[in-house]
């Protein structure tokens, strides 16, 4: 998906170094070349400025040959002859997002930040793990700029937006951000007093907004496959699927927060109640719905599905508390589970009053991961219809990558 920029965040500067040629051509659009060719804008894009080269040529008479022109391109683009090197970028990419997952999970291991009884302490556990982890992003990094595997790439680039955002934090236990995207790292800023007690919160597996929980998330949906020989690999996502989920997780949004569902009925002795049953189904369906999705839409490197996925994280992180008090709570991974006796003895005038507001701002959201799943695939990678580029259309979402 590529890095974006706005006028909050300026990320461009990152993948300076990844094109080639004059005026660096592929900048922060590198990453995207093959996404582009794959949804078929760049063929649009290509057929756009050849019949505008024809026109001319028309008009003086001489004959252009566009269409085999383009024909060649467009197979050259879908069908590269894949390089030595670039076979090598390919192996290195798919081996060193392997390695960066495992110094992540070190990170984010409890037993990291104690001492033992060997006599290591935390502070040198520390160090080792984060230098492993500069070591192991600068890896990646760097063969994401030789590399053909476009799924994989745009992870990396989702991930290098992340470190980007919270390059402050990370200079505070000494690892900095350079200007071409790869970090070094001064271990004496982790020896300070708090520089433990601060990398760990920075990588905490308990919060999954924290930057390390977002890295391993997208270090998990990028995968390890090992793709060396061809130009792009196919995501791990099942667009049907995913739809589907965003489809489902915006009807049971909605149900719970309707007036409809919370409408009391006469039992058997004629007293109003609330149908727990049919709430509690209701919220069971919400569950299960917002897994479905995140287990399928979670791997699309789509900007406006990846910045709504955010949203709705972000949301449920913010409301986690509340919602322990109906019985759904949320694991390390993000997933949603339901305990039905504690939801069915929950106050419903209270799951009502939560869902009325958090249900709508969740539909909102799921709505917009179905939007973009289909719909609005080339916008969101920065092209239009027509096949020209949209700068604005591929910004948008920079705050949320």
Known sequence: MGININAKSDYSFMFSSLGSGAAG????????????????????????????????????????????????LLEEKRNPKVSKEVQEANTKLTSGLSNL????????????????????????????????????YNDVVNAAKGSTLTHKTAYVANVMSST?????????????????????????????ADGVSKAQ???????????????????????????????????DSDSSTALSGAASLKADSKALASEALFKKILDKDGEEKYDVDKIFATAKSFVNSYNRMFDTAGSSSNSGVVANLSYIREKTANNEDALKKFGISV?????????????????????????????????????????YMTTQANAANGYTSDGTYNVQGSARYADFV
């Open 25 to 72: 051509v592929g900048s922060s659009n590198f990453l995207m070349d093959y996404a582009s060719i794959k949804n078929g804008s760049y063929g649009k894009l290509m057929k756009a400025y050849y019949r505008s080269e024809q026109a001319s040529g028309s008009a003086g008479g001489q004959k252009t040959g566009s269409n085999n022109i383009i024909d060649k």
């Open 101 to 136: 997952k495992s110094s992540v999970s070190a990170l984010q291991n409890d037993k990291t930040f104690t001492d033992t009884a060997n006599g290591k302490s935390a502070v040198d556990k520390v160090t080792t793990a984060l230098k492993a982890y500069v070591a192991d």
């Open 164 to 192: 980007a955002a919270n390059a402050d934090k990370l200079a505070e236990i000494g690892v900095k951000v350079n200007s071409n995207g790869t970090l070094t790292f001064d271990e004496s800023m982790v020896k300070t």
């Open 201 to 235: 919160e920075l990588f905490s597996s308990k919060n999954i907004m924290s930057y390390g929980s977002v890295v391993a998330s997208r270090l998990r949906f990028a995968g390890t496959s090992a793709t060396t020989g061809t130009s792009t690999d196919k995501t």
């Open 331 to 371: 694991d390390r991974k993000g997933k949603m589970s339901i305990d039905e006796d504690t939801f069915k003895n929950s106050d419903m005038s209270q799951v009502q009053k939560f869902f009325k507001d958090f249900g709508s701002s969740i539909a909102t959201n799921a709505s917009l991961v179905d939007f």
